[in-house]
């Protein structure tokens, strides 16, 4: 009896931490979700205030990925879990990287608002408030679906990924446009060409996120397929 | 005695799948590097048929990742190493991940040949070039120091990745300066532009790799800081 309680006693420990980690997790992909919607208002608002301490806060996520990375580490070589657990711990250390990722994607888009608060002839907001839009969007329901665990979402979630796809390639093709019509905007509108870039790539990371979540409840692996059909 | 020996066995062998992570990882990494000076040649000598087999190899590099992953997953489930030998477990979990994304900026770089394949008057294959060889060459210096486990090599080679942007902006600079004496060029050097970027971010994922092998080696984590001043 006292082995059985001891036992629980441990396993509610490692619960504990478990449950730590992924407490970590959320609140650091809450404070990445606000560096990306501020580093878009720094651009459509033309605050380079605001763009500023995006890039001053970009230090706090670096430390984040630091502390969780090391609660991981410490987690396994403490509690050794298997199998599922293990493939959890294995995926926050993952996911970490990919909201760190998105992160400096925040920061590269705060400096591009900087640059482009410094010229005149202001271009390309409409397209980067839409493409920020659906990059928002991902990132969001990304962070949803891993808080319920819900692959369901996730797998949704993986193929909105597509739309953002479509609507850079749209935003792309409008920017050689404008730089054609207008010769002297180009070093501007290549500012704006960065900002959409950063913006199709966080939806890549949102993408993995999404993975991740199905990697650890299903156990399968569904990175490097292109879309799913089995959300329904 | 026999438990000694019972010990002395299991480490061995802990030690044998080690190695075999590593050796597979080294392999990935040369099949990357492969990847990636293709996807330049076929950038500089226009050969979109080159440009094809990198995209079609890399399904065999994305393969890489997850059965190293795999690999991974199993030898900590199996064998709950502690220390140093989970740090390169966790460590090699990262690297397959920058070299993943390394393979997919080269296929990035040979979708763009095809792109300027079809294209006439030719522009920025000397700055490819020269980017190219910064990208390859801190990539292979990254893999030698991870084949040696020599910090002193990965300090050095984290500090190329300075050459390497400094290089990057001087392309991007002069990429403005060609679209605006010529704008008929506009959408080919674009073609370039992300080439040059592809380029780029390859010599922040070797930085990554380099950062990976101090962290195991030293036990300490120098991510999120520009430069090092202890390589002699």
């Not at 409008?174 to 730089?179: A, N, W």
């Not at 905007?185 to 060409?193: A, E, F, G, K």
């Amino acid at each position: 009896m006292e082995e059985i309680a001891l036992e629980n006693h441990i396993v509610k420990q490692f619960d504990e931490e478990l449950d730590e980690i992924r407490a970590l997790l959320m609140a650091m992909g809450g404070m990445v979700a606000q560096q990306l919607q501020d580093s878009i208002q720094s651009i459509v608002k033309v605050d380079s205030g605001l763009a500023d301490s995006v890039i001053e806060r970009d230090k706090r996520v670096d430390e984040m990925e630091l502390e969780i990375d090391e609660a991981c580490l410490t987690i396994i070589a403490r509690r050794q879990p298997a199998a599922t657990d293990l493939r959890l711990v294995m995926m926050v250390s993952k996911a970490v990287n990919d909201l760190e990722r998105i992160g400096d994607e925040a920061k590269k888009i705060a400096k591009q608002a900087i640059l482009l608060s410094e010229q005149e002839k202001p271009w390309g907001f409409t397209e980067v408030r839409h493409l920020g839009k659906g990059a928002l969007s991902i990132l969001n329901n990304a962070l949803d679906a891993f808080a319920r665990f819900d692959t369901e979402a996730a797998l949704r979630t993986f193929n909105q990924d597509q739309q953002i796809d479509l609507d850079y390639q749209t935003a792309l093709r409008e920017s050689v446009t404008y730089m054609m019509e207008d010769p002297t905007s180009i070093s501007r509108v290549i500012n704006i060409l960065w900002v959409i870039r950063s913006l199709e790539r966080v939806g890549d990371h949102a993408k993995n996120l999404c993975e991740q979540i199905v990697f650890v409840v299903r156990g399968t692996d569904i990175r490097h397929q292109a879309v799913f059909d089995d959300t329904h």
